[in-house]
């Protein structure tokens, strides 16, 4: 018999019988392919491998401080000792006044999701609603950027027209009305109410104008109309102020209030005015809960129309505003405000930044 083994790859006799005598392991037949076994009909044993860590939980990582900056470091003061010094070249941060001015800037600049209606109230007339509307107005825009329109909602002569400057055109919200429909379709453009409100070039809002040179009763606009005017001035403005009128009875009126998001109370220091501010508020808590609550985060507005009034007498009025109101702001006398076009940029230091302070506290209820 030979000593040639059969197959081919078997190791030889001689080669086997030099290994035993060596005492060395005989080395395993060719079964293995880059280190894993062939299939042999019996599951392969292979070597434990140390377990890998797994990933780190949110609740165990460390903290680690962003590379970000999360905190808007404040400006150097401008204003005043401050300011004058930081020209020098200090950096020295601003005073107790001029932070609060620039906390209130900042209110009057942000912008809200959705649009925003603040009604300016007052069952009395020349009690400074047609002022307030467009110097609130002035403010929002100059600070805020443009989409805020000032609504004359007026059926008795409203002024506020008179108190603005005119457009091109003498369009108003009677001319609107018919073009409502085509104004709420899908191809109307925000150049397209050009041809009906009046741009203020240097303050920066629009004004959609009454007809006061018509009787009342040709004036007059139902609730219905309201709700079309609303809509369209809610589709292309972001803030609207309306001006109103003072039948608080009138369903135009009533339909503003079912409007608004806040409302703003008018009045100079004369005690008529003052009264009838606040029976109007008064009323409106006891219309419905909206209404109640539209009273009760109102703000008010005191104007001093009397250069002669005294501090007392501002006083006085704001005092017996605070329990009917959420804030009561009181504004000085101002002889750029009696009579004329009315331009925010034409009044006192002063008496800016007193409006300031009075839409910042609008703008803290929005």
């Given amino acids: 018999m030979s000593d040639t083994p059969d197959e081919p790859n078997a190791p030889r006799p001689e080669y086997r019988r030099r290994r035993r005598e060596q005492h060395q392991p005989e080395p395993a037949a060719p079964d293995l392919i880059l280190g894993a076994p062939l299939w042999s009909g019996e599951e392969p044993v292979l070597p434990e491998r140390a377990a890998?860590?797994?990933?780190?939980?949110?609740?165990?990582?460390?903290?680690?401080?962003?590379?970000?900056?999360?905190?808007?470091?404040?400006?150097?003061?401008?204003?005043?000792?401050?300011?004058?010094?930081?020209r020098l070249g200090l950096r020295l941060p601003p005073g107790e006044r001029e932070q609060s001015e620039r906390d209130d800037e900042l209110a009057v600049s942000q912008h809200w999701a959705g649009p925003r209606t603040i009604a300016v109230v007052n069952g009395k007339g020349g009690a400074g609603k047609t002022p307030t509307t467009i110097l609130l107005s002035a403010v929002f825009a100059r600070y805020g950027g443009a989409g805020v329109l000032a609504w004359d909602n007026n059926q008795t002569r409203g002024t506020l027209g008179w108190r603005t400057?005119?457009?091109a055109h003498d369009r108003t919200l009677l001319e609107l009305l018919p073009e409502a429909g085509r104004l709420l379709?899908?191809?109307?453009?925000?150049?397209?109410?050009?041809?009906?409100?009046?741009?203020?070039?240097?303050?920066?809002?629009?004004?959609?104008?009454s007809k006061p040179i018509r009787l009342a009763h040709e004036n007059r606009v139902n609730p219905d109309d309201v709700d079309a005017i609303h809509?369209?001035?809610a589709k292309f403005y972001r803030l609207i102020f309306i001006d109103s009128g003072n039948d608080e009875s009138d369903p135009m009126w009533l339909r503003m209030i079912d409007h608004a998001d806040q409302i703003v109370v008018a009045t100079t220091t004369r005690d008529d005015h003052a009264e009838a501010?606040?029976?109007?508020?008064?009323?409106?808590?006891?219309?419905?809960?909206?209404?109640?609550?539209?009273?009760?985060?109102?703000?008010?507005v005191v104007s001093q129309a009397d250069r002669n009034a005294t501090p007392a007498d501002v006083g006085h009025i704001v005092d017996g505003y605070r329990s009917l109101a959420r804030e009561v702001v009181s504004i000085p006398f101002d002889h750029e405000m009696v009579d004329g076009h009315l331009r925010y940029s034409s009044l006192g230091r002063r008496t800016q930044r007193a409006w300031l302070s009075a839409a910042a506290a609008v703008a803290r209820g929005l």
Avoid: C, I, W
Wanted: charge should be negative; avoid cysteine; glycine fraction near 6%.
């Fill in 52 to 86: 890998e860590p797994g990933p780190l939980r949110a609740d165990t990582m460390p903290e680690r401080r962003s590379f970000l900056q999360t905190e808007r470091p404040e400006e150097p003061a401008r204003d005043g000792m401050r300011g004058a010094l930081n």
């Fill in 165 to 167: 400057e005119k457009g």
């Fill in 185 to 209: 379709g899908t191809a109307a453009q925000s150049a397209d109410l050009a041809h009906f409100v009046h741009h203020q070039p240097r303050e920066k809002y629009d004004v959609l104008r």
């Fill in 231 to 233: 809509a369209v001035a």
């Fill in 277 to 300: 501010g606040a029976l109007l508020l008064e009323a409106l808590a006891q219309r419905d809960a909206r209404s109640a609550r539209l009273a009760e985060q109102s703000v008010v």
